[in-house]
């Protein structure tokens, strides 16, 4: 009578639960007096063999600054379990189970490289269980681990980062760790817009730490990420190109638009809020990476431009009354860079703008000294000849010399133009060879910088 009502009632709950009888018999049979704890093994001088492997589903997220990747994986464990084994023909022909996690053993397989606080960060989903006593267990875990990242080639950099699975509490007497496969699973991969998984290598290591006497044993993912460059050659590299390039026009700009100055400052300045988004995105570390270097090297060049710019200024504007340009100078810039650079040399009419050999470089000052003298010692002859005539000559003499004085004047700035005009064209010549100097320079760079030996051919 009771047992039919026991029946009645398991045969009620069965029916919810969607179990024949056969399998509840089985439940009851296997965990009844089990006890999840022990390790489930026939003789207890073996170990549990567990044969770990994984998939990685997709990177989540690389963090440079503090040297984290997380990656979201699903793991694969399976073991034989000596306790869990039936015969399939006492149970209705059941050759598979699917059990509560926590009503077996389970190894307690964690990253030993973890950086977060969840050390196991599996999900507990039930394992598959087989008549012959095989435990599949298959868990999706997001892992944060460690991982130095080297950021040398950053952007074009490719990083190992280890995932290290082991038995936190058996060594290898009671847990023995083996590869599924000689590589991990990437045909679940979801593309990374960042990264490009390459290979996934798995190792077996058994390590003696300085704990214990004994080996434990691991099993060691290596994860092979290739940056994709793209993105940082796109927002960060050619900006930085483009606006050194920029750059060079300001040579071609003549000085007296008065802006040369204000262009370079400001591409420098342009160039200084990079290099801060490019400081940012890399972490903190000895090595410089090629794009921080790049961005050093233009931002030095551009700088030196600004020295280059203030000298062309500087001679450009020079005030009334300085000097002619010295020889050298002139040689330098006339003879030696303006042809060189295709810069018309010439200017003013004509007139040579290198002294010739027989006047010896005062260019413009000697024949105005010269005619002043004669006129003067002209006019003191025809003075003494008539006395008559003294006041209309002193009238005369006055503004003869007046206006002798005025065109004394007048060819002094005449000279003194000719001089500034000189030291203009000397300006044109010096902005037009910076601006080869420049160009040789940022390409050069580039060049150098860009095209250094990467970790990895392409
Ligand atoms: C357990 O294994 C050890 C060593 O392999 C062996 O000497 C012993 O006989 C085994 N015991 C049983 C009950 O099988
Ligand atoms: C385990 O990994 C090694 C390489 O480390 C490989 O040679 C071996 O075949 C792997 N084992 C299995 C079962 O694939």
Not at 193 to 221: A, L
């Amino acid at each position: 009578m009771v047992r039919t009502i026991l029946w009645l009632c398991l045969a009620l709950w069965t029916t919810c639960v969607d179990a024949t009888p056969d399998m509840e018999r089985l439940y009851a049979d296997l965990f009844q007096t089990l006890n999840p704890a022990i390790r489930p093994v026939a003789n207890a001088s073996d170990p549990v063999v567990v044969t770990v492997g994984a998939a990685i589903q997709m990177i989540v997220e690389t963090d440079e600054q503090n040297q984290l990747l997380t990656t979201s994986m699903w793991m694969r464990f399976s073991w034989e379990d000596a306790l869990l084994r039936w015969d399939p023909d006492d149970y209705g022909g059941t050759t598979s189970l699917v059990v509560p996690l926590h009503n077996i053993w389970i190894p307690d397989i964690v990253l030993y490289n973890n950086a977060d606080s969840e050390f196991r960060g599996m999900i507990d989903t039930s394992p598959h269980l087989t008549h012959y006593g095989v435990v599949y267990w298959n868990a999706p875990a997001l892992y944060k681990s460690s991982c130095r990242l080297n950021v040398r080639y950053f952007p074009f950099d490719e990083q190992r980062c280890i995932l290290k699975f082991g038995s936190w509490s058996y060594d290898a007497s009671g847990i023995n760790l083996v590869n599924r496969s000689a590589a991990g699973d990437m045909s679940s991969f979801i593309d990374n817009g960042e990264w490009d998984v390459i290979g996934m290598p798995v190792r077996r290591n058994e390590v003696y730490y300085s704990c214990c006497p004994v080996p434990y044993p691991d099993i060691t993912f290596t994860l092979v990420l290739r940056r994709r460059p793209h993105f940082y050659l796109f927002n960060l590299l050619m900006p930085c190109l483009l606006v050194s390039f920029v750059t060079a026009l300001n040579f071609l700009l003549p000085a007296d638009s008065g802006e040369k100055v204000g262009l370079v400052l400001t591409v420098l300045l342009a160039l200084t809020v990079f290099l801060l988004i490019v400081a940012e995105t890399i972490p903190p570390s000895n090595t410089t990476p090629i794009i921080g270097k790049y961005f050093i090297a233009t931002i030095f060049i551009v700088s030196l431009s600004v020295i280059m710019t203030v000298f062309v200024l500087h001679l450009h504007f020079r005030l009334p009354g300085v000097g002619p340009v010295p020889i050298w100078l002139r040689k330098l810039a006339f003879v030696s860079l303006a042809p060189l650079l295709c810069v018309q040399a010439s200017y003013d009419h004509g007139k040579p703008i290198l002294p010739t050999e027989s006047n010896g470089g005062h260019l413009g000052d000697i024949p105005v000294k010269n005619r002043k003298t004669k006129k003067r010692s002209r006019w003191v002859s025809t003075e003494d000849d008539s006395n008559d005539l003294t006041d209309l000559a002193r009238a005369v003499a006055s503004i003869d010399g007046n206006l002798h004085t005025l065109v004394t004047r007048c060819n002094e700035q005449d000279a003194d133009e000719d001089i500034l005009t000189q030291w203009k064209y000397v300006a044109v010549v010096f902005d037009r060879f910076f601006f080869v100097v420049y160009v040789i320079l940022t390409v050069m760079t580039t060049i150098i910088i860009l095209c250094q030996p990467k970790p990895y051919s392409e």
